[in-house]
């Protein structure tokens, strides 16, 4: 079992950036592929990118490429959403997933909320 706790999500303006953490409990964290997804109001929750165990292979959905970045830290148990020159269309509910096998997520959070303002 697997518990994932988002954190950084807030309120920014257009071009500004936020940084997302999702730290997740247990020793295995290092085996699981960790994924972000988004839901924006009225909207199905979409993928937006995921990073393999070793951070060695990330994907990204292309409305945000080149403005978001995955990273993770397996000694802190913890992945990183970098969101940079952030639009008002970025404004969701953010969710850390995680899985054992690639793009299939078992695990989620909670969520974190950002908002981005014009």
């Known amino acids: 079992q697997v518990q994932l706790v988002e954190s950084g999500g807030g309120l920014v303006q257009a071009g500004g950036s936020l940084r997302l953490s999702c730290a997740a409990s247990g020793r295995t964290f290092s085996t699981y592929a960790m994924g972000w997804f988004r839901q924006a109001p009225g909207k199905e929750r979409e993928f937006v990118t995921v990073i393999s165990s070793t951070g060695g292979t990330t994907r990204y959905a292309d409305s945000v490429k080149g403005r978001f970045t995955i990273s993770r830290d397996n000694a802190k148990n913890t992945v990183y959403l970098q969101m940079n020159s952030l639009k008002p269309e970025d404004t969701a509910v953010y969710y850390c997933?995680?899985?054992?096998?690639?793009?299939?997520?078992?695990?989620w959070g909670q969520g974190t909320q950002v908002a981005c303002s014009s």
């Open positions: 997933a995680a899985g054992t096998v690639w793009m299939r997520f078992i695990y």
